[in-house]
Each structure stands twice: as C-alpha cells, then as structure tokens.
C-alpha cells in the first residue's frame, strides 16, 4: 500500500520541512505533494527536492473558500496526470503534525477494512454539529466576497451579521473576510444529502477517483459549492455520503481544539495541550505555531522515535 500526503501551506518554510522530513521518516515509500499557497512565504525547494518523491507545486491560497478544494483536486489530478500510483490520499496542513508513527497509522487506515476514514454528519439531523442556522446561512445563500478583512476588521464589524436574523434574503459574514450572500435554489435533494464534517480526511483511491469523476459530471454542483461559505467542510462528505457505495468511518484520525474558538481557527496546541492530544490517538495535530514553540517539534520528535522503537 502506498500513500500520499497532500500537504497545503502558505508560511513557515522551516515548519513545513520539519513537517516533511516527519512523514518521510516513518513514510519513506509515500508520496508527498505540497501545495503551497503562491503569496506566501517562500519555501526551501532545494532542500525539499533533495527528499524521494516530493514534489512541490504552486497554487492561489485562500481561507474559507474553494480555493481549499481546487488544490486538493490538483493533486490528485497531478497524481494521475504523472501516472503516481497511490493507494490512500491523506491531507493535512503545514502546521499539522503526525502524533503516532506513520507506518502504525497506515495499518492501522488499511486494517481497518473501511475506504476512508472522514469526520460526517447529516447537516440537518441529529447528530449535526452545525446549529440549523450556520448550516442555512452556509450553504443555501451564494456569497460574494467583498474584501478581506484583519482580525480587529472582523470584531468591528461583526455586529453587522445582525442582520442575518431579521429578514431571509441575504447574508453578511465577516469570518472569512467581508461577503453579502442571496438566497438561492440549492441542489441538495433526496440524492444529494447536504453532510457536514472537518475539512481533513484520510481516503482511499476509489473514494478519491469518485470524487474526480463526479466532478467532472457534475459541474453545477461544484459551481453551486463555489459560492458557498467554506465549502471544504461540506462538499467532499456531501458527494461521498449521498451515493452510499463506500464504508466511511466517521474519524478524521486528526486532534484540534475549536474551544473558545475566534473566526473558526482552531487553537494553537501548546505543552499542556500535547498529553490529551497524545491520548486522542489521533494521526495528526494541529495547529503548531513554530515561531512561537519550536520545542514542541522536539518533543513530538522524541515522542515518535519512542513509540516506532528507534
């Protein structure tokens, strides 16, 4: 079995290398594909080239919008472009980092039976994590994004979301940058259920080639996602759940902490995060913050090595 790791960044070139040389260690016969945001920090290529099979490709970043989607789909249109056989498709970010060894992790996806291992909920039923509100406001309103905003430009103007509960016509959002949404005519249906679920997933090739091939056929459901509000949490489950031909486990195998979250980020782990984080025998964390805490790479350095006996 071989997999890849698709790896999307935008900063901190010498995280992301860490992060690289991590999965090659306890990976050495994967495949790791970074998509890295074209406006951000430049990375170390010379250094990330001399790795086997790591191939680095540019592409335009965003935050909460489809962007998120176009570069996962371009590395599995890279895959099969180049004819890379794998077998599992992994994502993760470049402040993620693999909290078991890989190999432990890879049995553990190809052991388990199952074609992917995705964090899934019916949007509208009972074991939604989305309040009906956020799921509405989401994904049955097409938005168009006015500008970006700072975070002290979010807090200013969030007060202005007020009108979202008071007529239901339009939308105005501030979490991913100033947007107005209409209302519009969705395309969820009895054969399209609406799913929710994290943005990261471990998936094996025949849910990855499902996801191309719909795609392709069905250009008005992915135009429809475009003009969604982050759409990477919905649209992946939304496709994969509605034709009830795989066995998903509803794991994303990734530890995060969204308590006390601000803008929908997730926390920065610090050491007093990394025992619960350790314990959720999880694959990956996130998020690690490498200027702020270069140690905890140690740690978790250490901590590998330990559990694969090295």
């Known amino acids: 079995m071989r997999f890849c790791y698709h790896i999307q960044s935008h900063r901190s070139p010498e995280q992301v290398n860490r992060l690289v040389h991590a999965v090659k260690r306890y990976s050495p016969g994967c495949v790791v594909h970074i998509s890295h945001d074209v406006n951000g920090t430049p990375l170390d290529l010379t250094e990330l080239r001399s790795l086997p099979d790591v191939v680095i490709q540019t592409h335009e970043g965003g935050y909460g919008d489809f962007s998120h989607v176009d ?12 004819g890379v056989r794998v077998d599992w498709l992994v994502n993760i970010t470049g402040q993620d980092y693999p909290i078991r060894p890989l190999g432990q992790c890879e049995a553990e996806l190809v052991g388990s039976g199952a074609d992917g291992f995705m964090e899934y909920w019916d949007a509208y039923g009972p074991e939604s994590h989305w309040p009906r509100s956020r799921v509405h406001s989401r ?61 990261f997933s471990s998936l094996s090739w025949p849910v990855v080639a499902y996801l191309r091939e719909y795609f392709d056929r069905r250009p008005d459901v992915v135009a429809y996602f475009r003009r969604c509000l982050s759409p990477v949490e919905a649209v992946f489950q939304t496709i994969v759940c509605s034709t009830d031909r795989f066995n998903l486990v509803p794991d994303c195998k ?30 990956f964390a996130r998020k690690f913050d490498y200027e702020a805490a270069p140690e905890l790479l140690d740690t978790l350095d250490a901590h590998l090595a330990a559990a694969a006996g090295r």
């Open 139 to 199: 994904y049955h309103f097409q938005h168009r994004r006015l500008l970006p905003l700072s975070s002290r430009g979010k807090r200013l103007l969030r007060p202005i979301q007020a009108v979202n509960r008071v007529q239901p016509l339009v939308r105005v959002h501030v979490s991913y940058g100033l947007a107005v949404g209409r209302r519009a005519r969705t395309p969820f249906g009895p054969d399209l259920r609406l799913h929710g679920g994290s943005a």
């Open 71 to 82: 570069r996962y789909m371009a590395a599995v249109d890279w895959l099969n472009a180049e």
């Open 254 to 283: 990734r530890y995060f902490d969204f308590r006390d979250s601000t803008f929908n980020h997730p926390k920065s782990l610090t050491a007093e995060d990394l025992p619960r984080a350790l314990a959720s025998r999880a694959h």
